[in-house]
């Protein structure tokens, strides 16, 4: 019995060293990794964060342009439409408290553009676009419209920042939105 003992003792002891040696191990691979989980979960983050914002602003646009399409557009004298539009679409952008986007609001008749406003916002990091914005900006006026008929064009730009813990990736999102304007049956002409 002595030596059952003795061999129990030794097998106890040498044990508790053992699982001493493997908290440290399992401390320096969690330092290891650490950084790398931290990474990827910022990553993630302000990834889906930018990503709202950019389906925010997609959002806004395609609504200023159906509220821009169903307003009067015949203040000749002054671009209370415009205004109105731009407001439209900075109420209905959700995300965007300090302004930060830059709006563009165009109505063209065939391939001539009858009015357009920007507005830059109030911050100075936004895009600057000025008008007209050509043809490039995607998707561009129909080319099939009847003769006489007007188009609304809404275009929105705003910066993003995808961040890492050792750094980040900025660009720039432009949304556009495209509507018929469907006025005319009241106002025989949208200049």
């Known amino acids: 019995m002595p030596i059952l003992t003795a061999r129990r003792r030794r097998a106890r002891g040498s044990t508790a060293p053992r699982r001493l040696r493997e908290r440290g191990a399992v401390a320096v691979e969690f330092a290891l990794i650490a950084p790398i ?20 602003v997609k959002n806004a646009v395609r609504e200023g342009a159906r509220f821009g399409a169903t307003t009067d557009a015949t203040d000749a004298v002054t671009d209370a439409w415009a205004t109105a539009v731009i407001a439209r679409v900075r109420q209905t952008q959700f995300d965007d408290p300090t302004q930060q986007t ?28 000025t008008l007209p914005a050509n043809a490039t900006v995607r998707p561009a006026v129909p080319a099939g419209l009847p003769a006489g008929a007007c ?27 495209v509507s018929r304007y469907e006025r005319m049956d009241k106002f025989p002409t949208c200049t």
Do not use: E
């Open 102 to 129: 830059d709006i563009c609001v165009q109505l063209w008749q065939g391939t001539t553009q009858l009015k357009g406003k920007c507005d830059h916002g109030d911050n100075s990091v936004s895009p600057q676009m």
């Open 37 to 56: 989980l931290a990474m990827l979960l910022l990553g993630t983050v302000t990834t889906g964060y930018s990503y709202s914002h950019i389906i925010g």
């Open 151 to 177: 188009v609304v064009r809404v275009i929105a730009a705003r910066n993003y920042t995808i961040g890492f813990v050792l750094g980040s990736v900025s660009r720039a999102s432009v949304s556009v939105a």
